[in-house]
């Protein structure tokens, strides 16, 4: 007959806790991936700094705040017939806001029209040259919902750039081995930032350049 010792079952020694510092950490394993997630490179996000009296969606005020910091003078909406604004025209756009509405409507907001900048689009142009936040992530996958949500044939695919890298980190296997859909865009040129049809040269005011009176009056002896 056995003896009731050899009965008895082993007992597991107790696990010693591993030391951590309990006045930053819960547990040690949150201190072992802090520590972890510290040494790792950072990849910075592309944020803005953005004017807080511009909202998203402005008022008449802040529309007309917008159009005189992104425009020439005399420059204005266009609006519908019961007076709302409905889009600034590109060519009375400064010099520097179109280069910015050029990256706008290419990578942020596509536009397959580049001679109406909308309100949103001027919003964000806006918050550009004066400061501001825009969550650009966020924005970006919207915009590649929409597009994959389309039904028409006939739309243009935005964002090809974006969608096709993130293919090929997915490993999508394409029919084409080598996809050559993405074509670069006009390039952004300081002849096309400064250019202005007569039309538009006609419609603003001569800065700069006294009157024929003005000349006189500057001309004659004290």
């Not at 910015?100 to 918050?127: K, Y």
């Not at 825009?134 to 243009?156: F, H, P, T, Y």
């Not at 859909?181 to 005011?205: C, D, F, I, K, S």
Request: net charge positive; glycine share 4%.
């Amino acid at each position: 007959m056995a003896s009731s010792s050899s009965k008895r079952q082993k007992r597991k020694e107790p696990i010693e806790s591993v030391p951590f510092d309990e006045k930053r950490f819960k547990t040690a394993f949150h201190e072992r991936e802090f520590k972890r997630i510290r040494a790792r490179k950072i990849l910075p996000e592309l944020i803005f700094q953005i004017n807080t009296r511009i909202s998203i969606s402005p008022d008449n005020d802040e529309l007309s705040e917008i159009v005189s910091d992104i425009c020439v003078i005399a420059a204005d909406w266009e609006r519908y017939t019961d007076e709302r604004p409905k889009f600034i025209k590109r060519g009375d756009l400064s010099p520097e806001a179109k280069g910015w509405f050029e990256l706008v409507r290419r990578s942020i907001l596509p536009a397959a029209n580049n001679s109406e900048v909308n309100i949103n689009r001027a919003t964000i142009v806006h918050c550009l040259i004066q400061g501001g936040k825009i969550n650009v992530n966020e924005l970006i996958a919207e915009g590649i919902q929409d597009s994959a949500e389309k039904v028409d044939s006939g739309a243009r695919l935005w964002y090809p750039s974006t969608i096709l890298r993130l293919c090929n980190k997915a490993k999508v296997v394409f029919e084409d081995s080598n996809p050559d859909w993405v074509n670069p865009g006009r390039p952004v040129t300081l002849e096309r930032l400064v250019y202005t049809t007569p039309a538009q040269q006609q419609r603003r005011p001569q800065i700069g350049k006294p009157k024929a009176k003005e000349r006189v009056h500057q001309e004659e002896p004290h």
